[in-house]
């Protein structure tokens, strides 16, 4: 601000400096107490914040009962039962085998660690490999882990990545990352409010989903009533011809029907578009503006957290009696989504919780970056054992570069078809 004011005006006025100060402290303290609200509840607010699927295991009752007259029976309710916040079965044994390997996991190691096993989560819709531990004490502390990790991992590169989390929560870092939080919703807020990528995104999914629902509306009277109708119209026909001309005149009429409906969703569209265009590049300048902010916010990350994660890559070798923390560091090395992810809600907030890099640091070895490159940590753990790696990757790779040129050769010559 005082940069601004001397570039554009005679001289900087204090009072306006002052102004700035106390409209940025207010606006820190406020956000991050109105964060402090909503995480009241600790991990089990992150794990709806970021919209996780709980594994949940009910033991309310063991049958239900229903009635049917003068006698009853028992009937055993089915084992495992889906909605779009919770996988919930009777035992742990009735899980998807996916699943069951996620649970008993986790439930060895929280032995091995001493420690009271958390609420377990899974982020269905992402493929990238990641997870993290949130919560202020052992009641709400949670561990969310992608699909991508579930169905990717091998038994032992699973053992590392839950060991790591289980690392963060004995050296208290679940705990500490959601303060962390707390404290630097002020500065994140704003630059996450003013995305004009995720909240476009979010608009488009949330317009599909209402063109989803609507679809899948019609009721079976409306079904029943058109298929009556269209019986009552051809119950005379005899020939052939008559039920061409029939059909022609049906799809003529329903073209009709679909193109002005085309039109008038082309200019609603259109309107929403001019209405919208004068807010998009006020929140494009102030997402701009707010970007100083996020990148302050990422250094205070990067400044506490890189050594808070090789630190949980020690514990997690040794939880395991083994390097499976390296295997998991492998296969986000080589598969191709590694750890990024995409439909998680306010990602710059969260980055420093993950086990890996999420996307959304600027850098992998950059100052902003809130964990160590996957390199770094693998040598932290074990240098020869990453040396090795290092090689075959490097020598992998220069035998599929000598395979594409061999084919290009062969498609140059003629060779190949």
Sequence with gaps: MALLLTLFTD???????????????AG?????????????????????????????????????????????????????????RHIAVRDERDFPPIYRRYYETAQQLAIAAGLRMPILYVLPDEQGINGFVAGRHSQDMVMIVTQGALDKLSDDALYGLIGHEYGHILHGDARFNLQLMVVLAGLQIVYDWSDPISNSSHRSRYADYNDVSQNTLSSQKSIDRQARSTEAETENFMSHSDWIAYWRAHNQAQNRKSSAKGHSRQLQHRHVVNREAPR????????????SSMASAQLIKHSFNRQRELLADATSVQLTRSLAVMETLKTIHQDSHGSRLSSVADINGLSHFFFASSGA????????????????????????????????????????????????EQRRLGGVA
């Design 28 to 84: 820190f303290i406020g956000w991050s107490f109105l964060e402090y609200r909503r995480l009241k509840s600790g991990g089990r607010a992150i794990a709806q914040r970021v919209g996780a699927v709980r594994l949940f295991i009910d033991n309310s009752q063991d049958a239900w009962k229903h009635s049917q007259g003068v006698t009853h029976e028992c009937t055993s309710p089915e084992k495992v039962r889906y909605s779009a």
């Design 361 to 408: 640091d600027l850098g992998d070895v950059s100052w902003f970056a809130t964990h160590p490159s996957l390199a770094e940590r693998m040598t932290a753990v074990n240098s020869s054992a990453y040396h090795d790696f290092a090689v075959q990757v490097a020598r992998d790779k220069r035998l599929n570069q000598q395979k594409i040129d061999t084919i290009y």
């Design 280 to 291: 998009s590049i006020w929140t494009l300048l102030l997402h701009g503006l707010s970007f």
């Design 11 to 25: 001289g900087i006025y204090y009072w306006v400096l002052v102004l700035v100060i106390v409209w940025t402290l």
